[in-house]
């Protein structure tokens, strides 16, 4: 079990990297925000499927990142914040961890770097493309690939017809390749006030 959320943390924890996206270049992005949700990630493991699920909330002020993860029935098995200085990871039966930065602590609690870089964009839905221009996902342009090999497609939203509609699922796909596994993630997330 504790591998399994650190394996969940590692994910949120890893798609903290990215720098967000400047507001000046994509209408509607926020860099304070409260979300939660779902999530569910199937990967391969010793070449057998594998899947994990649960809720999570996520706090970003700034640049600092509060994410509470739980089980689908509610309980708590994790929590991390993420500032500039640090990335820590605490369990309730493990002793914190701590690095320096994200990519550090994936690769030191799974013993690999999990390559997700832009969650805190996505969540929002905007993302950086395989041309290195932003993107800011809407109902009839909902499917982009990014730099770093990862295929979004914004399901659904929140509200169809806002003049920027949020998302409501994300489905988040990276292909296997020669040092990584085929992992696709679902985010559906809570109705936002």
């Known amino acids: 079990m504790s591998r399994i959320v650190s394996f969940f943390a590692c994910l949120l924890l890893a798609g903290c990297a990215a720098a967000p996206l ?9 860099h ?4 939660s949700g779902r999530l569910q990630v199937n990967y391969q493991k010793d ?9 999570f909330s996520w706090q970003q002020a700034g640049s600092r990142i509060d ?7 509610g309980t708590t098995l994790a929590r991390i914040t993420v ?24 690769n030191d609690v799974l013993g690999w770097s999990l390559p ?9 839905g905007h993302a950086t493309g395989a041309d290195g221009k932003p993107f800011a996902a809407s109902p009839l342009n909902n499917t982009v690939t990014t730099a770093d090999g ?21 489905d988040c796909e990276r292909p296997a390749t020669l040092t990584t596994e085929e992992l696709t993630i679902r985010i559906v997330l809570d109705a936002q006030p």
Do not use: M
């Open 47 to 55: 070449g057998k499927s594998e899947s994990v699920s649960g809720k």
């Open 22 to 30: 400047s507001p000046s270049t994509v209408a509607a992005y926020r």
């Open 83 to 106: 500032t500039p200085q640090a990335a820590t990871l605490v369990q309730s039966d493990q002793a914190p961890r701590t690095a320096p930065d994200v990519d550090r602590l994936t």
């Open 150 to 170: 990862w295929k979004l497609r914004f399901v659904s939203w929140q509200d169809e017809n806002a003049a920027h509609p949020s998302p409501r699922r994300i």
């Open 32 to 35: 304070n925000v409260e979300l």
């Open 67 to 73: 994410v509470t993860l739980a089980s689908p029935l």
């Open 116 to 124: 997700v870089s832009g969650l805190r964009d996505w969540l929002q």
